[in-house]
């Protein structure tokens, strides 16, 4: 079929839930995709901030290979070797002290929601638990994780939602201690937030609110479904506050592109929340995403993946500051790390397309922000390449009209 044909018949098979650009993406090399034609595209979003690790690693796909032909699949009713070695090191590199796992982010938010609200439950015979979350957030589209997420476009048609929820502002601490009430159980938060407008938190917030849970006997969970797993400059991105949670979530990179993500806490969370047959997954830590996920970690290491982060993401940021300073349609850069944003004096809907007709992939974080979470392998030299691609399109850009 020709690429043309594909699209229609995913049009006519495939619930229309996604708005697709009309590429067939075919495979991947380093930090480059190739679509059904042949084209060839500098990878600056990693399939949302997923594919760290680049397309092709061979020691990562030799290692999944190796556990396709030796077990796939148990359930949890047994233990499996790849989950108990998963699990011990994902807690050395997060320093929390128990892990679930899951099949993707919005269900380790899920997790952790009931987790938090248990702990309530089991601690204080709490039985109307509330939530405090931000605004601008996003947590996920299971009913759960929507609940938790600030942008209420995303909650309008599917209300009342499961959870009591109010939405405090990121970094303005009084707007916080003002939600909290004798039934809050949690805060949850996004450390850097991405579909919000890649903005991190500022460390200051971060210490207020956890004094805050403290001083009321609050839990506070990390969403580190996006900004963890080295992409800011530590495993977690929490670790460069030293502001520890109670419950973190991680995703995306953790199985960098096998779909598994998973929950954590600390054993006084552990102790007082979820116990047999509270939660559960069919498909959760089988033997080959937890593979997936233990070989990632040992790459990371191997690779020293996180330094590499903060030798590449200053130069990425120097880069994007330069494109402000020389171009007005650029009115700011935002994020962290390898968790950029670009935001525009206008939509961003046209300027995506331009950039993959010239062979770069970047994505949007709200109407007027370019995202770029490329592949966490990226050098200096891949940089520059997208800088230049980048400049072709905005230097053609109409002038905005009063």
Sequence with gaps: MTTKELIAQAEEDLLHTYNRYQIVLDRGE?????????????????????????????????????????????SNLFYNEPSIEAAHKLKAVSSMDRVFFTNSGAESIEGALKSAVKYAYTKRGEKQPEVIALEHSFHGRTYGALSVTGNPHYREAFGPMN????????????SVEEKITEHTCAVIMEVVQGEGGLIPADEAFLRG????????????????????????????????????????????????????????MTEEVAQYSLVPGDHGTTYGGNPFATCAVSKVLDL??????????????????????????????????????????????????GVIPALMDKGLIAISAGAQILRFVPPLVITKENVDEMIGILEEVLSALPDREA
């Design 300 to 349: 990371y290491e191997e690779l020293d993946i996180v330094s590499h982060v903060n030798e590449v993401a200053p130069y990425l940021e120097e880069k994007l500051n330069g494109i402000v300073e020389k171009y007005s349609c650029a009115t700011e850069r935002r994020g962290k790390g390898l968790m950029q944003g670009l935001v525009l004096d206008r939509p961003v809907s």
């Design 209 to 264: 609110v956890r004094e805050l849970c403290d001083r009321n006997g609050i839990l506070l969970i990390f969403d580190e479904v996006q900004c963890g797993m080295g992409r800011t400059g530590s495993m977690y991105a929490w670790q460069q506050y030293g502001v520890k949670p109670d419950i973190m979530t991680t995703a995306k990179a953790l199985g960098c592109g096998v779909p598994v993500g998973a929950f954590l």
């Design 30 to 74: 380093g930090v480059y995709l190739y679509d059904r034609d042949g084209k060839k595209y500098l990878d600056f979003a990693a399939g949302i901030a997923v594919f760290a690790l680049g397309y092709g690693n061979k020691a990562y796909n030799d290692a999944l290979k190796g556990q396709i032909d030796k077990l796939i699949h148990t």
């Design 163 to 174: 959870c009591n929820v109010s939405f405090a502002k990121m970094n303005d601490l009084a």
